[in-house]
């Protein structure tokens, strides 16, 4: 976000992709399930409410026809982030109102759709054209789960699990 401190976003929204490195003190490893880091690909949506939520929208159905085509069983749950302070006023919200929800696949998220609210547009002086602070939201894909996903539901047949990715590829163009 820092690319946008202090500028106004288009009337029209604007989407950007990001790659970062997750880190996590998990409290065991296994294989590409679990891991001390990964790679999160993002999309983050800035605009208004209704863009934003439209941006939601859009990467919700992804996921769902993404994961139907590739024959992955995705469970979608509310979730918050554990890097927040549990005491603290930004896990208690998380808990009221779900800013957050998880795609998980055998009890890992391997994906997430993220609503920020003006949360990166008031602390980062990002605004709309008429003047408020631009909302935001975000969906992100944990690359290294998602190998770990497929490898999985394919018994490690790379050659079935590309067929098949390739194939939901044309089902979402």
């Known amino acids: 976000m820092t690319h946008y401190r202090n500028r106004q976003v ?34 983050v949506a800035l605009g208004t409410p209704e863009q934003v939520t439209a941006h939601l929208d859009h990467s919700a159905h992804f996921l769902d026809v993404l994961a139907g085509e590739v024959g992955l069983s995705l469970e ?37 759709v993220n609503t920020h609210h003006t949360f990166f547009g008031e602390r980062c002086s990002i605004s709309l054209p008429s003047g408020g602070p631009v909302s935001t939201s975000c969906v992100g894909f944990g690359i290294e789960r998602w190998l770990h996903a497929l490898a999985d539901h394919f018994d490690g047949d790379w050659d079935q699990a590309h067929g098949a990715v390739e194939k939901a590829e044309k089902s979402l163009a």
């Open 76 to 112: 979608r749950r509310a979730a918050s982030d554990p890097f927040y302070d549990q005491s603290g006023e930004r896990a208690t919200f998380q808990q009221i109102v779900p800013v957050k929800h998880e795609y998980v696949y055998r009890g890992m998220a391997i994906a997430s």
């Open 10 to 43: 288009s009337q029209d929204g604007e989407l950007v992709t990001l790659l970062g490195q997750c880190f996590r003190n998990e409290d065991h490893f296994d294989g590409l399930r679990r891991l001390k880091a990964f790679r999160m690909r993002e999309v």
